[in-house]
């Protein structure tokens, strides 16, 4: 039995949905499991009739794309009229039909068919804010430099009419990452787990890493500071001589990412009923690991900012010289993260009300033996990564019961499953251990769901 | 992981050295550490477990050594044959370390 694989209705009021020609995932005849996603196509919006008034929907998003993929496993027979190839299967050059048969599916029989049309396929948008416009990048699923990815369930079925999916905003470092972005960084894995209505919006560590008063400056940044922040930035290169590519392409970025405020973010959302907006993320996932000992802090203008050292490579010698010359390293204990923690929390629940969930840290190492503590000078945690990391996780735990702080617990997850087979490092995890992490925040993300 | 950087020196030739005592931070990276990509590296300090002379370093800050470089030789005294085998290994500690200031790849590198 062959089932055909239907792409299903999507819609924007005001506008025609264009696709490019099929891209294929998965090879001709592949067995797929029921979830997996086998293709995707590049979407444009074009209007309908007179241009409309104000910025059209997803004006700041200029990637968009659908990924399908199938309600149930089985063999995928491709329909080569769908896959033209070259830049037609790059360019919205096809109206998006409801009734457009991508391929068709053998189905193997391994699991109940699901309510409905079996050859209903389910739909991942996908939609990313470009860190310039000038990345234009064709390769591959949310291609190029992203300031804002995001993902979201749009199948028909998939969110009732009438609502919006529960969002959840990473703002973490490399430790998030891999979990929420997964291994072709598109969300595939969340949205092979859930089907219940979901959105993950990803913003990248880089080149300001999401430490807490990073999110706090910027959900308190007045325009007047912005315009400040810019002004000095400016004098600042200007006073280095000539900056480099280098310079004026990181001072760009940090500006883009300094004049964001994700958490205050709101959605444009498509779906088979039409479009929609959602309001700014229901759940805020955080890294603990995002907070460093010390951090940067403008010696005039006050504001913070954390770059990882890896990224500080990308800067020129002028954007060198001003990060020295323009900012002071600011040592910070455990008890001022705590503190900063706490404000951002509560900045957050004023100012959306969303929940924060956070992973904590690995907190031991198969390659320490620490026979006495007698030769490291206190307090321990200035020196001993798991020492501060065990104080920091005890933190987290100080904080939880007041602020209605999730903690996702990699220190324990981790100890069960093997820290030297999965989290090596103590940061980057195993493909398993990130599984384990995904049900967790899918189990937040679930009780979430029943409190709306 | 084929390597070790040698962030810090602690302790110079010559130096006598009880428990306790800190004799370098090295770093450890598990990639193939490209520099624009979040490297996998760990920090650790090694720390002397037993009273003993400092020959010689074999190493410098800066410097990467391979899994199984031989790094320093020690002895019950300063003085004394630096060009036979070792006998035996010493004893260290090692702790995961918070990365500092003071490192190769601190803030003045």
């Keep these: 039995m062959e089932i055909p694989l239907r792409l299903g209705p999507l819609k924007v009021e005001g506008y025609t949905i264009h696709r490019s020609g099929v891209r294929w995932l998965c090879e001709a005849g592949q067995m797929c499991r029921a979830h997996q996603a086998i293709a995707f196509f590049n979407l444009t919006l074009e209007p309908v009739g007179a241009r409309q008034k104000g910025p059209s929907p997803f004006a700041e998003e200029r990637e968009l794309q659908v990924v399908c993929a199938p309600r149930v496993g089985g063999r995928v027979l491709y329909d080569s009229a769908a896959a033209p190839g070259g830049y037609l299967s790059v360019l919205g050059i096809n109206l998006w039909e409801a009734d457009t ?3 068709h599916l053998e189905p193997d029989g391994s699991a109940a068919e699901p309510e409905g049309d079996p050859g209903q396929l389910r739909l991942l948008m996908l939609a990313g804010r470009r860190m310039t416009p000038l990345v234009d990048v064709h390769s591959g699923l949310l291609p190029g430099w992203n300031g804002r990815s995001r993902g979201w369930w749009c199948g028909p079925g998939e969110t009732p009419v009438g609502e919006t999916p529960v969002t959840l905003l990473s703002l973490g470092i490399c430790d998030v990452t891999g979990v929420i972005m997964g291994e072709q960084c598109a969300f595939l894995e969340m949205f092979r787990a859930e089907t219940a209505p979901t959105q993950f919006v990803f913003i990248p560590d880089h ?16 325009d007047a500071q912005l315009r400040a922040i810019t002004t000095d930035l400016q004098a600042g290169l200007a006073r280095a001589g000539t900056p480099t590519a280098n310079d004026w392409m990181f001072a760009g970025t940090m500006l883009a990412t300094l004049e964001q405020c994700p958490i205050r973010d709101s959605y444009d959302l498509i779906s088979p009923s039409g479009f929609t907006k959602s309001k700014p993320a229901n759940a805020i996932l955080l890294s603990l690991n995002s907070e460093p000992p010390t951090m940067l802090r403008h010696k005039t203008l006050g504001y913070h900012i954390h770059i990882l050292r890896h990224h500080q490579n990308a800067a020129g010698p002028a954007i060198r010289n001003w990060l020295a010359t323009a900012f002071e390293s600011v040592p910070r204990t455990t008890a001022d993260i705590k503190k900063d923690y706490e404000s951002l929390i509560d900045a957050i629940a004023k100012s959306t009300g969303a929940r924060v969930l956070v992973l904590n840290r690995m907190s ?15 307090p321990l945690s200035a020196t001993l990564a798991n020492i501060a990391s065990k104080e920091l996780n005890l933190m987290l735990h100080d904080i939880a019961p007041g602020r209605n702080l999730a903690i ?6 981790a100890a069960d499953i093997g820290g030297s087979e999965h989290l090596p490092d103590g940061m980057h995890q ?3 251990m990130q599984e384990i992490l995904r049900a967790e925040i899918l189990h937040f993300l679930n009780d979430l769901r029943l409190e709306r | 992981m084929t390597e070790a950087l040698i962030e810090c020196l602690y302790a ?43 020959r010689e370093l074999r ?14 030789l020690f002895g019950s005294t ?7 085998p070792p006998q035996r290994g010493i004893r260290i500690a090692t702790a995961g370390i918070i990365h500092h200031g003071g490192m190769w790849t601190g803030n003045d590198h």
């Design chain 1, 364 to 378: 031991t190492s198969g390659d320490e033996n620490i026979s006495t503590y007698a030769p490291f000078d206190s």
């Design chain 2, 78 to 84: 300063a003085d004394g044959a630096t060009d036979q």
């Design chain 2, 12 to 54: 110079a030739p010559g130096s006598t050295l009880k428990t306790g005592d800190k004799l370098l931070d090295l770093s450890v990276d598990l990639s193939g550490n490209f520099a624009q990509d979040c490297p996998p590296i760990s920090y650790f300090r090694i720390i002397i477990r037993e009273a003993i002379v400092l």
């Design chain 1, 408 to 413: 996702i617990d990699i220190d324990a997850i």
């Design chain 1, 101 to 103: 048969v991508l391929g």
């Design chain 2, 59 to 72: 190493v410098a800050r800066g410097e990467s050594c391979p899994v199984g470089h031989l790094i320093a």
């Design chain 1, 430 to 432: 195993s493909r398993e």
């Design chain 1, 207 to 222: 080149p300001i890493a999401p430490a807490a008063p990073v999110l706090l400056d910027q959900l308190e940044r007045t």
